[in-house]
């Protein structure tokens, strides 16, 4: 089982629609959870991080974590043509200094 | 404000040649630093993390060695590189503990042929 997983994609959704992103993880005792946004021939850049079960909204982006179920996700609304990307899961694992991340869902907004 | 500094961008190296990659942070002190690696559509393979100079935690068994002969300096090595080298290279730092968030340097395209 890979630590951290996500759906490859690419996930394709009409621009000004909701693009969910998901991702799910082995480890309960991981603490710290975070979305990285990643264009073509980039480094990733932070977009979110959550800590604790719940929502966390941040402008466009929600992200939502459930430790029981070892689930989080990502909310994009209102898409747009520049939100196209590969989103990366990442999930700070039981010591704290290690950071995992997923294979990452390529994000495609369509006009 | 931190910055971080990756170079060089690109590298073109022949197979069995050596590798030695830097990477460097500036406006923050005794950060956590990591690398990783991404193949061709994939996502990031974590290297090698440091929480302090000398500390180096290996994550994946391979030729590579990874050195932090200071601070805020952490450098990426190969005696002799293999075609399964070849990957866009990211180094990271964050300011460790809960806060885990990552900050990216701009990467080196490696090929290995």
């Known amino acids: 089982q890979k630590e951290v997983e996500q759906n490859s994609g690419p996930l394709s959704v009409p621009e000004g629609a909701i693009a969910s992103l998901n991702c799910t993880y082995s480890?309960?005792?991981?603490?710290?959870f975070f979305w990285y946004r990643q264009y073509s021939g980039k480094s990733p850049e932070l977009i979110m991080s959550?800590?604790?079960?719940g929502d966390k909204e941040d402008g466009r982006f929600t992200a939502q974590l459930n430790k029981a179920s070892q689930y989080v996700s990502l909310l994009i609304r209102d898409s747009q043509p520049s939100d196209s990307a590969t989103y990366l899961c990442?999930?700070?694992?039981?010591?704290?200094?290690?950071?995992?991340f997923g294979s990452g869902t390529r994000l495609s907004i369509r006009p | 404000s931190q910055t971080i500094h990756q170079w060089p961008a690109t590298l073109v190296q022949p197979v069995g040649s050596p590798l030695s990659l830097e990477c460097t942070v500036e406006?923050?002190?005794?950060?956590?630093l990591y690398w990783y690696r991404q193949a061709a559509g994939r996502g990031l393979q974590l290297l090698f993390y440091?929480?302090?100079?000398?500390?180096i935690s290996s994550e994946v068994p391979q030729n590579l060695s990874a050195s932090r002969p200071q601070d805020r300096q952490f450098i990426l090595s190969s005696k002799k590189l293999l075609l399964s080298d070849s990957g866009f290279y990211l180094c990271?730092?964050?300011?460790?503990?809960?806060?885990?968030?990552?900050?990216f340097g701009s990467g080196t395209q490696l090929s290995v042929l």
């Open positions: 990271a730092w964050s300011l460790g503990g809960r806060d885990g968030k990552l900050f």
């Open positions: 480890d309960r005792g991981s603490q710290s």
């Open positions: 959550i800590y604790s079960n």
């Open positions: 990442a999930v700070a694992a039981r010591v704290a200094s290690k950071i995992i």
């Open positions: 406006g923050t002190s005794n950060p956590n």
């Open positions: 440091s929480v302090g100079i000398g500390q």
